[in-house]
């Protein structure tokens, strides 16, 4: 088999745009989670009796 390592250079490669998607992943998850956790404050104050 062939050397393929030969174009390996460690930090050469442009990462930004997965450091953008990882940071817009972690402030969907973190307003999701703000959003479910206020719902179930709101169902918890204002729930009803049938």
Not at 5 to 13: F, I, S, V
Not at 19 to 43: D, E, H, N, P
């Amino acid at each position: 088999m062939a050397d393929h390592d030969d174009h390996y250079k460690p930090g050469a490669m442009d990462i930004t745009q997965h450091q953008r998607a990882y940071a817009g992943f972690i402030t969907f998850t973190k307003w999701s989670l703000g959003f479910c956790l206020l719902v179930m404050a709101l169902l918890a104050i204002f729930r009803t009796h049938g």
